[in-house]
Nanobody, 115 residues
Framework: QVELEESGGGLVQPGGSLRLSCAGS????????MHWYRQAPGEQRKLVAG???????EYAESVKGRFTIERDNPRTVMYLQMNNLESEDPAVYYC?????????WGQGTQVTVSS
């Protein structure tokens, strides 16, 4: 059973924008904090942004002012709006959540930045 599923990745030119989506089950969106991570080739997976069930947010320094994380709890969808994409941003982007007894990852969606 797929509990988190990302979509919205693709190829964009430098300076362009993409909006990633993560669809999840209602039980996750009722109470769990949620995150976006990314992993570039040869690098460790890194936190990009996080959002609590109440809407509190945090961002990696490298994306502050360019990326916005949001969640729509009734529709059980989380978003990552990425603007002004740069050469450091290409990676596989993963949706993540963690509760008291479980940790869940999506399958990832590829973001490529190239002219």
């Amino acid at each position: 059973q797929v509990e988190l599923e990302e979509s919205g990745g693709g190829l964009v030119q430098p300076g362009g924008s993409l909006r990633l989506s993560c669809a999840g089950s209602p039980r996750i969106f009722r109470t769990y904090p949620m995150h976006w991570y990314r992993q570039a080739p040869g690098e460790q997976r890194k936190l990009v942004a996080g959002i609590t069930s109440g809407g509190g947010t945090e961002y990696a320094e490298s994306v502050k002012g360019r990326f916005t994380i949001e969640r729509d709890n009734p529709r059980t969808v989380m978003y990552l709006q990425m603007n002004n994409l740069e050469s450091e941003d290409p990676a596989v982007y993963y949706c993540h959540t963690q509760g008291n007894t479980e940790e869940l990852w999506g399958q990832g969606t590829q973001v490529t930045v190239s002219s």
